[in-house]
């Protein structure tokens, strides 16, 4: 049975660093891309950063551009979300998503958004505060 499951999420600092984790299990396939989303309290839900499995390609939202690195480790099938020099602004609950069986460029995934999006792991909370 297919599964993601994301975590990490928790309590941090402004300026304070914090690193995401999504799982997948019960992959069968080869090529997938994983993406990281975020919804805050009364809004929509925004893509973070995309990482394919087939080369390892990256993409970044403008917001956490320059200050955070998405890695995939494919013997594990997990997914590394690192942010640094966390903001207000990036409290959120993040959810990562799996797009299954793609090997084609990320900027199609972009383009599409939630909707590119195949399977969704659960939401981990990140609140940032001093």
């Known amino acids: 049975m297919f599964s993601l499951q994301a975590s990490g999420g928790g309590l941090v600092e402004p300026g304070g660093s914090l690193r995401l984790v999504c799982t997948a299990s019960?992959?069968?396939?080869?090529?997938?891309?994983i993406g990281w989303f975020r919804q805050a309290p009364g809004k929509g839900r925004d893509q973070v950063a995309w990482v394919s499995s087939t080369d390892g390609s990256t993409w970044y939202a403008e917001s956490v551009e320059g200050r955070s690195a998405i890695s995939i480790d494919r013997r594990k099938y997990t997914v590394y979300l690192q942010i640094s020099s966390m903001k207000p602004e990036d409290a959120a609950v993040y959810s990562c998503?799996?797009?299954?069986?793609?090997?084609?460029?990320?900027?199609?995934?972009?383009?599409?958004?939630?909707?590119?999006?195949?399977?969704w792991g659960g939401g981990t909370l990140v609140t940032v505060s001093s």
């Open positions: 998503g799996i797009e299954t069986f793609y090997k084609g460029p990320l900027q199609v995934l972009v383009s599409l958004g939630p909707e590119g999006v195949d399977y």
């Open positions: 019960g992959i069968t396939f080869d090529d997938y891309a």
